[in-house]
């Protein structure tokens, strides 16, 4: 039986770090992806906002925050500590996931998926009309799940890449 030693440097600690939290946050969008956007598709339009509204409230958090950001600025460091390893790809490989991340999942919540979660907290369901309110799903649900299954992808292929980086770097 083949024993598998890991030396485990600063720099492989940041990684493993790194593809924990881009997991975590892979995995909320994921969830979201296959649980909680079916479930609420599934709602009335005023019980819809209401509970996107509650959703997008409770979210804000630090444990959301730490992940998120936090990824943030993982990725980018974990290039910078990659660079020794030019030639072996690890550098390039963490770049991209870092790209990918920033635009693809930051630049894509903070300027799409952020402003229609801010438009639809404005929103005041008690009062409104059934048309007001069904107007207001529709300009909320669709663009808000395509911007959605944007970042979640994005999220995932950083994931493969920090994933790929990690088990490389590990084993060099």
Known sequence: MKTIS??????????????I?????????????CSVNPGLSRLSDDRYIAAMQAINRAILNPAFFSTFLGTLVLLPLCTWL????????????MLTASIIYVVGVFGVTVLGNVPLNEAL????????SATEITSQRIKFEAPWNRLHTIRTTASFISLVLTIITCINYSSK
């Open 21 to 33: 939290a881009i997991a975590l946050i892979t995995g909320l969008w994921y969830a979201y992806s």
């Open 6 to 19: 890991i030396h485990m440097t600063g720099t492989t600690i940041v990684i493993l770090i790194t593809t």
């Open 82 to 93: 990659c660079f020794d390893r030019l030639t072996t790809g690890q550098w390039a490989l």
């Open 121 to 128: 907290d404005q929103f005041k369901l008690a009062g409104a």
